[in-house]
């Protein structure tokens, strides 16, 4: 019995791992295109890389079947288990205690010393022959499974992805594709504010309605707004058809707009309420010295969002193999002994480790039933 994980990113080796740990009945072999496994793990989280969250809620994903699968693994018990000390943040976001992302690879590394890796491996074609599935390479190098495991990843960060195109060689389909966790771009020339940071609650506002509300840190870019809360507000973006966004930033969400009136009466000059550009921007916008006007400014600032379809700079993909066609397994419902993990799936998650949840998750998920299907070699002695 021949198992391939294709792609040894976060889900495929969280997925051997399992397997070995299990003493999985099967011979194992993951295929990666690049020269090492792991390559996007080690920037995850700016390096510190943020594993999961304690706080999942089904406002963590785009759909239930992602927040069931995401709910169903202890990524923290996993790790603890393997030696890896962890830390949790104020807003249950783990990390590796040393914040240094190398220790989740070399963790994740250090046990499948056994099974084989081939790494610079580009697989461009998938084929089902009778009970197994032919792999071909870019060199035109051929593998055979008996069971086959894409965990291929999305479009982001590896600019070649062809994740998809193998999905619908599988006849799978592909849920329309959009960058999410992103910076948003507006129309708004933000170059007097370039790299200034502050916290704000931020509104995004379509069709005069508010449709979602976080407070977080923005980070002003010259064409663009970032920072957690707008990756947030990206993600949103992305589960929608396109529709003239507005955001709206509270730069003083703490203080009404009467109290804000109050102090710039007093303090017409403001100094001491934001940096001085923020100062020089929002009178620029409220285009008055009326401190009745200021105030409204301070407390709704827009930015109107241009449509973003650029991955270089999104963390995760929405959008991907229709969650329809999966057994609450990962097993294809179209053929036997196919599975899917990770972010080629439909299913996206918020800011805040949620994307690494649901790739080991579903790694997880997967393994569980390899194992059931195939037996341990505990069972066969
Ligand atoms: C900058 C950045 C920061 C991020 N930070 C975080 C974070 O802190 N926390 C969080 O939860 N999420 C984070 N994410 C998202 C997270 O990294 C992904 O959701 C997660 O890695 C998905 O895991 P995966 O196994 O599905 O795919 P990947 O980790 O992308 O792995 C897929 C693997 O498959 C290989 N592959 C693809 N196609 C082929 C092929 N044809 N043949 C052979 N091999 C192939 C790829 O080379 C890759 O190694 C971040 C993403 C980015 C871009």
Request: proline letters at 2%; hydrophobic letters at 40%.
């Amino acid at each position: 019995m021949k198992i391939i994980i294709l792609g040894g990113g976060a889900s495929g080796l969280m997925l051997a791992n399992i397997l070995v740990k299990n003493h999985i009945n099967a011979d194992i072999e993951i295929i990666e295109k690049y020269e090492h496994v792991g390559k996007k793990l080690l920037i995850t989280g700016n390096g510190r890389c943020n594993l999961t969250n304690t706080n999942i809620t089904t406002k963590s994903y785009n759909n239930d079947f992602g927040y069931n699968i995401a709910k169903s693994f202890d990524t923290i018990q996993f790790f603890n288990e393997l030696g890896l000390l962890t830390y949790i943040d104020n807003e249950g976001r783990v990390y590796p205690y040393s914040l240094v992302s190398n220790n989740v690879l070399d963790i994740l590394r250090e046990n499948l010393n056994n099974i084989k890796i081939s790494t610079s491996t580009n697989i461009i074609r998938i084929r089902k022959k009778e009970q197994q599935y032919e792999l071909t390479s870019d060199s035109n190098q051929t593998f055979k499974a008996d069971i086959l495991v894409l965990a291929t990843g999305g479009k982001t960060y590896y600019k070649d992805s062809n994740s998809y195109i193998l999905a619908n060689f599988l006849e799978h389909k592909v849920v329309p594709l959009r960058p999410a966790l992103n910076y948003l771009k507006v129309q708004e020339n933000l170059s007097s504010i370039e790299n200034i940071r502050c916290k704000a609650k931020a509104y995004l506002i379509t069709n005069n309605q508010i449709i979602y509300e976080d407070y977080g840190e923005v980070l002003f870019k010259k064409e663009a707004l970032s920072g957690i809360v707008i990756f947030q507000l990206s993600s949103i973006i992305a589960k929608n058809a396109y529709n003239n966004y507005l955001i709206e930033l509270d730069l003083l969400p703490n203080m009404s707009e009467d109290e804000i009136v109050k102090h710039l009466k007093k303090f017409p000059n403001m100094i001491g309420m934001f940096p001085k550009m923020i100062n020089q921007y929002i009178c620029k916008v409220a285009n008055t010295q009326d401190p009745l006007i200021i105030s409204k400014t301070i407390k709704h600032l827009p930015f109107h969002v241009v449509e973003n379809i650029d991955y270089k700079t999104a963390q995760v993909t929405s959008g991907g193999v229709d969650v329809n066609e999966l057994k609450d397994t990962l097993e294809s419902k179209i053929h036997d002994n196919l599975y899917f993990a990770g972010e080629i799936i439909d299913v996206d998650g918020l800011c805040g480790g949620y994307n690494l949840q649901f790739a080991f998750a579903s790694a997880n998920k997967v393994a569980q039933d390899i194992l059931l299907k195939v037996g341990t070699l505990n069972e066969k002695k």
